[in-house]
T-cell receptor, first 114, second 113 residues
Framework: KQEVTQIPAALSVPEGENLVLNCSFTDSAIYNLQWFRQDPGKGLTSLLLIQSSQREQTSGRLNASLDKSSGRSTLYIAASQPGDSATYLCAVRRRANAGNMLTFGGGTRLMVKP | NAGVTQTPKFHILKIGQSMTLQCTQDMNHNYMYWYRQDPGMGLKLIYYSVGAGITDKGEVPNGYNVSRSTTEDFPLRLELAAPSQTSVYFC????????????FGPGTRLLVL
């Protein structure tokens, strides 16, 4: 059974810092991995999706990497801003499952202080 | 496009009562999903549908039922509500072949007392 773990569970940093969020998964036979952002009381917004054949994806100040063999992904946020404060979730899709089902980690709650 | 909409936003249910959580998407997505999120935890899949008339169980289906009579709607039914069903429920939808990103609704917060 696939298990996804995110460390740390919570993180507080001053504005302007570069930071790394970690995600690990137990079964390397994944189809893809996604990073989501969740704001309090809101739904999830997809940030980056990495296919199993890719090593990284970039969007603005965000960079996500994937090392499938070691079961790890990192989300790098450059020059953090207070508006980045949210919970970040990673999710993996098992290889070629019929329902595009995702297994989620527990999330990292990020606070960026002005 | 409104995207994925869910109603109600919040509801208090008594133990043993039943209710239906509504989910509608206007993106013509073929796949739809129901997740629950408990405090401090990730999301767990309850049920999913790959198209109208086709549904299947996810990781935690017990105590729930779904139907998919149209492409747009995917209601989640709670029968005989229990305190363990207190959670935030998210509906999502996606195309399977277009980047496979799932689009989420804002959630329904349910309290069973």
């Amino acid at each position: 059974k696939q298990e996804v773990t995110q460390i740390p569970a919570a993180l507080s940093v001053p504005e302007g810092e570069n930071l790394v969020l970690n995600c690990s998964f137990t079964d390397s036979a994944i189809y893809n991995l996604q990073w989501f952002r969740q704001d309090p009381g809101k739904g999830l917004t997809s940030l980056l999706l990495i296919q199993s054949s890719q090593r990284e994806q970039t969007s603005g100040r965000l960079n996500a990497s994937l090392d499938k063999s070691s079961g790890r992904s990192t989300l790098y946020i450059a020059a953090s801003q207070p508006g980045d404060s949210a919970t970040y979730l990673c999710a993996v899709r098992r290889r070629a499952n019929a329902g595009n089902m995702l297994t989620f980690g527990g999330g990292t709650r990020l606070m960026v202080k002005p | 496009n409104a995207g994925v909409t869910q109603t109600p936003k919040f509801h208090i249910l008594k133990i043993g009562q039943s209710m239906t959580l509504q989910c509608t998407q206007d993106m013509n997505h073929n796949y739809m999903y129901w997740y629950r999120q408990d405090p401090g935890m990730g999301l767990k899949l309850i049920y999913y549908s790959v198209g109208a008339g086709i549904t299947d169980k996810g990781e935690v289906p017990n105590g729930y039922n779904v139907s998919r009579s149209t492409t747009e709607d995917f209601p989640l039914r709670l029968e005989l509500a229990a305190p363990s069903q207190t959670s935030v429920y998210f509906c999502a939808s996606s195309y399977l072949r277009q980047g496979e990103t799932q689009y989420f609704g804002p959630g329904t917060r349910l309290l069973v007392l």
